[in-house]
């Protein structure tokens, strides 16, 4: 059985050489119109195989319209074996009608052949289910093969063997899903309300609404509004049906079809009475299509909030779950709308009821609910203040029980009828009769339902209870208060990922609290914890607090040296949380400075040493405070102003810039702000760079010596300015590159030129490769003159390895005929898009080539080509050309044509500049350059030495984690490359939050080798693995020293 799509060969094949070399031929996007037009590969040869089971004519003919087919009105009796057999017996049918033996014997000749052949069909069936694909489909061929399926549907018998009719609609579902076309999409859902609406069997008709669902969630945006309407009908008649199955399928159908302005006209009612189904299944469906129906946009009236909360009290917990996202639901949508409490004889608004009603789902037994409560409470932010506190204080608050006044006490003691006796002192009085179940508004779940859900034994639930606090406390800062102790008392919790939940939910609503010192103590307790996430997530948490008095203060910086003293790799996260407590706290810092820093009022202290971590923690809190508070500069020791000089040099980030005399840093700052100043922005500083670069390019004289001078003015830039090194340093990065191609294109013009070297070349193919797989952020512009780079680098290897004649030149023939089809199909994009109803085009390159680099390029949506954008140059449109225009791409035939291309190819101009660009960089923390050359790692020879490593990776794409190399080099040149997992990657936290792109890599490498004669250095980097051989460097090697020691035989 052939397949119905051939895959295309790999480009590893193809160098193996299992192929033949013509195989790689490029097409030339628009053909020739003297080329005869190439047959249309058909995609769906699969569905051939059910010819056989179709009939010869192209009109459809039902079974049982056939002359030839015999009609028996009653029930033939189908006899046994030994009958049969004999001779001469016959079979009398209701009507009286005889017939023979050998009448009967046919007819059950011709069941079993039926059976026969309907199994033999749905293994078929099962076997195009397998095999089929759907890429690259054009309509008329999508016709065909709807039109074939519709036709074998209607011969399939109703009384026979469901299933197949079942993979007939699954194919025809698997059509409808994958079509990117409005033509498509309405000859598909023409086919399945046509065969629907004739369908008796329930089994077909649940897998026929089922199917519309699969295409009305993948392609309902192609779906015309007259269909959707038309859908929505057929699956609202089919509720109707006694198959709770087919119900549960319509339901969904609904909710994925009905416009909004029907929804509440003719379905939302319809959905609401089989809230009260027999079925559980059922019951739950109906909520989940009004829900989903609601969250498309339609509109849900408040009165269903009743119903939604007497399906809360359902047995099924698949309802009572669906039950509690409508009540959520509603409550969001109609805050404020009132409803009355039948038990409260009180009005009570929309939003408090429902959030009562999620708050005594935090009881619920099932602990899916419990945790889905939990975390629905963080999102009702309109809830009234009274019932938002409640959630915190297990004790019922009686101040919110009604309170009548006297009149109406005393008008209802009248129509009670009852008078006082005279027996008792003031028994006359007005008394309210007060009924247990009356006593408060709010449930007695609301009641501390929060505390309940930190209390929770399971830590979904705790969890959960901990991030909606925080979001509610984020909402109200007098709530934030009130929770704070809650918070703190989290830190406690025996479950890791608990106590790092608290501690981010504190560090987000930081900015609402002040910490005492009975809460410090909890805190700083839980720093000495095992887990460095959770130290690491204390630094940030008490960075972004505030502290209110210098006890505090002095408390917890005491505590943070005593921890760094324990932990000493935790120096970077300390400093950094100095640096933040320093500028929140800059008139208590000034207060204590003097403590800090030992400093005696008439004696001259020795003078402290600046490697310290200790210390430098100290001058760290002391200088940020300093940048806030300048008169804590004449407190500090005059051995501190030359520490600052040192410190602003080795420290930028960490040590901010002060008016200290004699700092040699400030002066130079000075320098660059007023540059910078000059120039108006970098921005414009960067377009003038540009601007200078566009009038080199139109010289030829010393033009290479100019063009190095804006590569060194973009290098300089990218390192004053941090937000703009990501589009200075991919401007650096593209005009080096086009630096080496103007110098090697001289090489290649003249005979007598001396063939540069292989690390040139490998040096120019590193920086196209830099250019597109280690920066982010790029448009269809940047892309595109990436790539002519890239084709023109290729062309010009070619060009040097064929005259150089001491190397093969198949390779570099074969990266320029792959690149060539690469950006062959990018260009294609610009005019085409994948999907059906497309028109056929030559296609210049294997798929598998296209698939490759677009993988590697990470293209997003905004990468579309809008109009107006880039074009590629004439250069690349007559190499593309020529290239198509070779019948055999031998290297030699290539570069005698693609020869005078490259010796007159005109400069590319550089793209404009574009602020979004972002390079992926890393910064090895561990292990510690100041620290790697005091401690050697000693190990036996042969033995294994494990070695912390810890790096931040700044703008790293997710699809570029599987790509992350460690690369360990030693010192006789032997090198192992280590990929770590990819749960060692985690997101470096911000008091924001998650940061979005920057990440935190924390692994264990392992270190070994055989004896030497002396400690030596061994390089640890990390790198991107783009291709086989190919990495490219993210940041400079930290350096160890190793030393295998010989092994000790004896003592």
Not at 266 to 287: E, M, P
Not at 326 to 333: D, E, F, K
Not at 632 to 653: C, E, F, G, N, Q
Not at 791 to 813: I, K, M, W
Request: charged letters at 20%.
């Amino acid at each position: 059985m052939a397949l119905a799509i051939q895959k295309p060969q790999s480009f590893i094949e193809t160098i193996v050489g299992v192929p033949p070399l013509k195989k790689l031929r490029l097409q030339a996007t628009a053909a020739p119109a003297t080329k005869p037009k190439a047959k249309v590969e058909k995609k769906l040869q699969v569905l051939a195989l059910l010819d056989p089971y179709l009939p010869a004519s192209n009109s459809v003919t039902s079974s049982s319209g056939n002359s030839s087919s015999t009609t028996i009105p009653a029930t033939v009796t189908v006899p046994t074996t030994n009958t049969v057999a004999s001779a001469g017996t016959v079979t009398v049918t209701g009507t009286g009608t005889v017939t023979s033996t050998a009448t009967t014997s046919s007819t059950v000749t011709t069941a079993i052949n039926g059976t026969c052949q309907t199994k033999e069909l749905l293994e078929v069936l099962v076997k195009i289910t397998d095999e089929i694909a759907y890429e690259n489909v054009q309509i008329a061929e999508l016709k065909d093969a709807a039109t074939k399926i519709h036709q074998l549907y209607q011969l399939q018998e109703r009384d026979s063997d469901t299933s197949v009719r079942v993979k007939l609609l699954e194919l025809l579902s698997g059509l409808g899903c994958e079509c990117s076309t409005e033509e498509g999409i309405i000859l598909i859902i023409d086919y399945f309300i046509y065969l629907l609406r004739k369908e008796t069997s329930q089994k077909v008709l649940a897998q026929g609404m089922m199917c519309l669902y699969r295409i009305g969630q993948q392609r309902r945006q192609l779906v015309p509004l007259a269909y959707n309407t038309q859908v929505a009908h057929l699956a609202k008649e089919q509720l109707r049906s006694g198959s709770t199955h087919t119900q549960k399928n319509a339901m969904l159908v609904i909710g994925r079809f009905a416009t909004c302005h029907e929804s509440e006209r003719q379905y939302v009612w319809k959905l609401a009475f089989y809230i009260d189904s027999q079925d559980s299944g059922v019951r739950a469906q109906a909520l989940h299509a009004l829900l989903t129906l609601g969250e498309r946009g339609a509109h849900l009236p408040p009165v269903l909030y009743k119903r939604a909360v007497e399906a809360m009290k359902d047995d099924y917990e698949c309802v009572r779950k669906e039950a509690l996202r409508l009540v959520h639901m509603l409550g969001n949508r109609h805050p404020d709308y009132v409803i009355n409490m039948e038990r409260q004889h009180e009005d009570i608004r929309m939003i408090d009821a429902a959030f009562s009603k999620v708050c005594e789902a935090l009881c619920d037994l099932s602990l899916q609910i419990r945790v889905l409560a939990a975390d629905l409470l963080g999102s009702m932010t309109h809830v009234s203040s009274e019932f938002l506190n409640q959630t915190l204080d297990k004790k019922l608050m009686s101040n919110l029980r009604r309170k009548r006044n006297a009149h109406e006490r005393g008008a209802r003691l009248v129509t009670s009828g009852e008078w006082s006796s005279g027996k008792r002192w003031a028994d006359d009085a007005p008394q309210e009769h007060l009924d247990a179940r009356t006593i408060s508004l709010i449930a007695s779940g609301a009641c501390g339902a929060l505390i309940h859900g930190l209390e929770d034994e399971f830590l979904e639930v705790r969890t959960a209870a901990v991030g909606s606090m925080c979001k509610l406390a984020m909402s109200r800062p007098e709530f934030a208060v009130t929770s704070l102790d809650f918070l703190v008392d989290m830190f406690n919790d025996e479950i890791e990922d608990v106590r790092l939940k608290a501690i981010y939910s504190l560090t987000a609503i930081a900015r609402h609290i002040v910490l005492r010192e009975d809460q410090l103590e909890i805190m700083l307790g839980s720093l000495e914890d095992y887990s460095v996430d959770v130290r690491e997530g204390l630094h940030l948490m008490l960075g972004a607090c505030r502290v209110s008095t210098q006890t505090c203060l002095l408390m917890v910086v005491q505590k943070l040296l005593d921890v760094l003293s324990k932990y000493p790799q935790d120096r970077h996260s300390t400093y950094a949380c100095m640096r933040k407590i320093g500028q929140k706290h800059p008139h208590l810092v000034m207060a204590v400075t003097g403590h800090l820093l030992y400093v005696h009022p008439f004696f001259e202290t020795p003078e402290r040493d600046v490697e310290d971590p200790a210390y430098l923690c100290v001058l760290i809190l002391v200088f940020n405070a300093a940048e806030h508070l300048v008169p804590i500069i004449s407190l500090l020791p005059t051995a501190t102003h030359r520490h600052y000089a040192y410190l602003r040099d080795s420290m930028p980030k960490l040590v901010p810039q002060l008016p200290i005399e004699g700092a040699s840093s400030s002066s130079t700052t000075k320098r660059i702000d007023d540059a910078l100043q000059a120039a108006g922005s970098s921005a414009e500083y960067l377009q003038m760079i540009l601007n200078h670069i566009g009038e080199i390019f139109t010289k030829t004289d010393e033009r290479v010596e100019l063009l190095k001078t804006a590569q060194s003015n973009l290098q300089r830039l990218g390192a004053i300015d941090s937000d703009m090194y990501g589009p200075s340093n991919f401007l650096e990065t593209f005009l080096s590159a086009q630096i080496q191609i103007e110098q090697m294109q001289r090489c290649a013009s003249t005979q007598r030129s001396r063939v540069p070297l292989k690390e040139s070349l490998a040096e120019l193919i590193r920086n196209c490769l830099k250019l597109q797989h280690t920066f982010s952020g790029l448009n269809y512009g940047d892309i595109l003159q990436v790539k002519q780079l890239r084709l023109r680098a290729s062309a010009l290897h070619l060009v040097l390895v064929v005259r150089d004649r001491s190397q093969s030149a198949l390779g570099p023939c074969q990266m320029l005929l792959q690149t060539a089809g690469d950006i062959s199909a990018f260009m294609r994009t610009r005019t085409t898009s994948t999907g059906f109803g497309e028109k056929p085009e030559p296609a210049p390159v294997p798929v598998s080539v296209q698939a490759e680099e677009d993988v590697k390029l990470k293209l997003k949506p905004q990468l579309q080509p809008q109009p107006g954008q880039a074009e590629p140059d004439s250069f690349t449109r007559s190499l593309l050309s020529k290239l198509d225009a070779i019948a055999d791409p031998k290297p030699g035939r290539v570069f005698r044509e693609i020869l005078p291309l490259v010796q007159h190819a005109p400069p590319l101009s550089l793209p404009p500049a574009n602020e979004k660009i972002r390079r992926c960089m890393a910064n090895i923390l561990e292990p510690c350059p100041l620290q790697s050359q005091d401690n050697v790692i000693k190990v036996t020879a042969g033995l294994i030495a494990a070695v912390p490593f810890v790096a931040e990776i700044d703008n790293l794409l997710e699809s570029q984690k599987a790509d992350m190399r460690i690369k360990i080099k030693y010192p006789d040149q032997h090198m192992h490359t280590v990929v770590p997992k990819m749960t060692d990657f985690k997101p470096i936290m911000t008091e924001q939050g998650e940061h979005e792109t920057n990440v935190r890599l924390r692994t264990t490498i392992l270190l070994s080798h055989s004896v030497w004669t002396e400690a030596s250095l061994v390089e640890i980097q990390l790198c991107l693995a783009v291709r086989p051989g190919s990495e490219l460097e993210l940041c400079k090697p930290a350096k160890v020293i190793f030393a295998p020691k010989p092994v000790r035989r004896g003592i």
